[in-house]
């Protein structure tokens, strides 16, 4: 197929869609491979589904439209190549134009050929497997040529009357039941196609690209960047729950950092504010990765296993945190921070959820809907730096599948919320499928044979009354590196008396200073506010230990209700 089907059809001076230039060759554009899914009413209802490729958008007709259901087999008419500037294309097309009626951007972003590098070829040959990234279509979709005869149309082509499949494969993305009908607004502009044909503006700002300008930044502040924005954090709720209002991400099992992007160069802090390119120096080099002099970013940096999933005990590892001095948040020079081929031999990724400052403007106030979107448009391919997509809506069916898949559990967060810098909002929810508490650890006490070194970590956390209360012992999860790592660091700050105001008698208890934090995984809090069946994790450099507090989890339905009447007041 070529452009000049396209423009035979089309009369210029009267349609406001793009002529396009020249069909473009070779490599996809800088964006990547796009694809967008455009909602036509023309004299059908029908939806166009487009995949860019050598140099043009390759086009079909889905009458009912795309599906996420993989019972649905949707048929798809091959239609003549578009230009790829018709990629965001959204207007009313006049009548007696080909193709007469409005036309939304219904869904847009990426998309992965599966088993080619050509998906032109796999195309010519009947079928083409390829993964989306969208806003609302999500995985792994088949296009398969059926039956469908090529016969010509009014312009001599025969180029319009080639059947298609569109299927949805079964994967964690696919739903059942799928409804297209319950999203009928745009993802550039927000808008109906009823509203596009009335005329209802988009909200536009003149200084932002094309794929910024269609979103909501009216809660953006001009403003000096600021040097370091204190975290949002999110507090630990009872159960999963759905609802449309909510985002789900995944709960990612790593250090939370943030990335501040100015003169060209990249600083890392940690949540409390320390130097976090001494963890991860291969992620603080060039901005490669962001289209943007100035921003802030938040995200998590995992460590990834085999199976590309989140492994905090091979972050340690990667990291070499056992070679930071906790008390001063500085690499010892007796420990080797480890070198590159160590490093490389575990596999890091940088996911940001979150752009709270972008080119001179602060975004705190602006709905976490809108912020994600504007970081998903500004961020560029990076082998180490990746988007956070979420689900939209669906908690519990997310939940199941991150259950099933032994993953740490969800981040649900209120769509409308504004960034809360250092509170615990309930705006943003923790749904955890293991449950974890960080905790101080106040001594050891020695163990029997191998472990004779140590036994057990005698831990602790903070109450209201700013004193240190016991909180039970981690003895599970300790290697023999661990072991003699806690013992050196233990023992140079011996004390003789517990750190704890209502210390148990423990024989042979070896106290210390309260300085260390670490991570704990644990079945539940028994009726003595004591750790049951718990395991050691990890060690949390950067927290200060005074700040670690005893986690319950609210109920979810009175914080839902509590986010969702905050946002609604905003």
């Given at each position: 197929?070529t452009?000049?089907?396209?423009?035979?059809?089309?009369?210029?001076g009267?349609?406001p869609?793009?002529?396009?230039?020249?069909?473009?060759?070779g490599?996809?554009?800088?964006?990547?491979?796009?694809?967008?899914?455009?909602?036509?009413?023309?004299?059908?209802?029908?939806?166009?589904?487009?995949?860019?490729?050598d140099?043009?958008?390759?086009?079909?007709?889905?009458?009912?439209?795309?599906?996420?259901?993989?019972?649905?087999?949707?048929?798809?008419?091959?239609?003549?190549?578009?230009?790829?500037?018709?990629?965001?294309?959204?207007?009313?097309?006049?009548?007696?134009?080909?193709g007469a009626?409005?036309?939304?951007v219904?869904?847009?972003?990426?998309y992965?050929?599966?088993?080619?590098?050509?998906?032109?070829?796999?195309?010519?040959?009947?079928?083409?497997?390829f993964?989306?990234?969208?806003?609302?279509?999500?995985?792994?979709?088949?296009?398969?040529?059926?039956?469908?005869r090529?016969?010509?149309?009014?312009?001599?082509?025969?180029?319009g009357?080639?059947?298609?499949?569109?299927?949805?494969?079964?994967?964690?993305?696919?739903?059942?039941?799928?409804?297209?009908?319950?999203?009928?607004?745009?993802?550039?502009?927000?808008?109906?196609?009823?509203?596009?044909?009335?005329g209802?503006?988009?909200?536009?700002?003149?200084?932002?690209?094309?794929?910024?300008?269609?979103?909501?930044?009216s809660?953006?502040?001009?403003?000096?960047?600021?040097?370091?924005?204190?975290?949002?954090?999110?507090?630990?709720?009872q159960?999963?729950?759905?609802?449309?209002?909510w985002?789900?991400?995944?709960?990612?099992?790593?250090?939370?950092?943030?990335?501040?992007?100015?003169?060209?160069?990249?600083?890392?802090?940690?949540?409390?504010?320390?130097?976090?390119?001494?963890?991860?120096?291969?992620?603080?080099?060039?901005?490669?990765?962001i289209?943007?002099?100035?921003?802030?970013?938040?995200?998590?940096?995992?460590?990834?296993?085999?199976?590309?999933?989140?492994d905090?005990?091979l972050?340690?590892?990667?990291?070499?945190?056992?070679?930071?001095?906790?008390?001063?948040?500085?690499?010892?020079?007796?420990?080797?921070?480890?070198?590159?081929?160590?490093?490389?031999?575990?596999?890091?990724?940088?996911?940001?959820?979150?752009?709270?400052?972008?080119?001179?403007?602060?975004?705190?106030?602006?709905?976490?809907?809108?912020?994600?979107k504007?970081?998903?448009?500004?961020l560029?391919?990076?082998?180490?730096?990746?988007?956070?997509?979420?689900?939209?809506?669906?908690?519990?069916?997310?939940?199941?599948?991150?259950?099933?898949r032994?993953?740490?559990?969800?981040?649900?967060?209120?769509?409308?919320?504004?960034?809360?810098?250092?509170?615990?909002?309930?705006?943003?929810?923790?749904?955890?499928?293991?449950?974890?508490?960080?905790?101080?650890?106040?001594?050891y006490?020695?163990?029997?044979g191998?472990?004779?070194?140590?036994g057990?970590?005698?831990v602790?956390?903070?109450?209201?009354?700013?004193e240190?209360?016991?909180?039970?012992?981690?003895?599970?999860?300790?290697?023999a590196?661990t072991?003699?790592?806690f013992?050196?660091?233990?023992?140079?700050?011996?004390?003789?008396?517990?750190?704890?105001?209502?210390?148990?008698r423990?024989?042979?208890?070896?106290?210390?200073?309260?300085?260390?934090?670490?991570?704990?995984?644990?079945a539940?809090?028994?009726?003595?506010?004591?750790?049951?069946?718990?395991?050691f994790?990890?060690?949390?450099?950067?927290?200060?230990?005074?700040?670690?507090?005893?986690?319950?989890?609210?109920?979810?339905?009175?914080?839902?209700?509590?986010?969702?009447?905050?946002?609604?007041r905003?």
């Open positions: 197929m452009l000049e089907t396209y423009r035979r059809k089309r009369d210029f009267r349609t869609e793009p002529e396009g230039g020249k069909r473009r060759r490599a996809p554009s800088r964006l990547g491979r796009r694809f967008v899914v455009q909602r036509h009413r023309a004299t059908r209802l029908h939806y166009d589904f487009r995949l860019e490729m140099g043009v958008l390759a086009s079909w007709a889905v009458p009912k439209g795309p599906s996420l259901d993989p019972h649905d087999k949707r048929m798809a008419v091959r239609t003549e190549d578009h230009p790829l500037e018709y990629y965001d294309f959204e207007g009313v097309i006049p009548r007696g134009q080909y009626g409005d036309v939304i219904w869904d847009w972003g990426t992965e050929p599966e088993e080619t590098e050509d998906p032109g070829a796999a195309l010519r040959k009947g079928e083409l497997k993964v989306l990234h969208g806003e609302k279509l999500r995985g792994r979709f088949v296009l398969v040529r059926g039956g469908g090529r016969t010509r149309d009014a312009w001599g082509s025969e180029e009357k080639e059947e298609w499949l569109l299927i949805h494969k079964r994967d964690e993305s696919a739903q059942g039941r799928w409804d297209i009908d319950a999203y009928p607004q745009s993802v550039k502009s927000g808008r109906t196609n009823d509203q596009v044909k009335d209802v503006p988009a909200v536009w700002d003149s200084r932002a690209d094309a794929a910024v300008a269609a979103i909501d930044l809660g953006a502040v001009e403003a000096p960047m600021p040097d370091f924005i204190e975290p949002m954090k999110a507090t630990l709720a159960r999963p729950f759905s609802d449309p209002d985002l789900f991400e995944l709960k990612l099992d790593g250090y939370r950092v943030q990335a501040s992007v100015a003169d060209g160069a990249v600083r890392l802090w940690t949540r409390g504010r320390q130097d976090a390119a001494k963890y991860f120096p291969d992620l603080a080099g060039t901005p490669s990765w289209a943007a002099k100035t921003a802030i970013a938040d995200g998590e940096v995992v460590a990834l296993n085999e199976q590309g999933e989140p905090f005990s972050l340690q590892d990667r990291t070499g945190i056992r070679g930071v001095d906790v008390q001063r948040g500085e690499r010892r020079s007796d420990v080797p921070s480890p070198t590159r081929d160590q490093r490389a031999a575990i596999p890091i990724a940088y996911y940001l959820f979150d752009i709270l400052y972008l080119d001179g403007r602060l975004l705190l106030d602006v709905p976490l809907e809108e912020r994600k504007l970081l998903k448009s500004v560029r391919e990076h082998a180490l730096v990746r988007y956070a997509s979420h689900i939209a809506g669906d908690g519990e069916a997310f939940y199941r599948v991150a259950a099933e032994g993953l740490e559990g969800l981040i649900a967060k209120e769509r409308r919320s504004r960034y809360e810098p250092g509170r615990r909002s309930r705006s943003w929810l923790k749904l955890k499928i293991r449950r974890e508490q960080e905790v101080v650890v106040g001594g006490e020695p163990g029997q191998t472990h004779k070194d140590i057990s970590l005698i602790g956390v903070y109450e209201d009354d700013g240190l209360h016991y909180a039970g012992e981690v003895g599970s999860g300790l290697d590196k072991r003699r790592w013992l050196e660091r233990l023992e140079s700050t011996r004390r003789d008396t517990p750190p704890f105001v209502d210390a148990p423990i024989k042979n208890a070896r106290w210390a200073e309260p300085e260390i934090v670490i991570r704990a995984e644990f539940e809090w028994t009726t003595d506010n004591l750790l049951r069946q718990s395991a994790k990890g060690i949390d450099p950067d927290r200060d230990p005074r700040t670690v507090r005893r986690e319950q989890a609210v109920d979810t339905r009175e914080a839902v209700k509590s986010a969702e009447s905050a946002s609604k905003a």
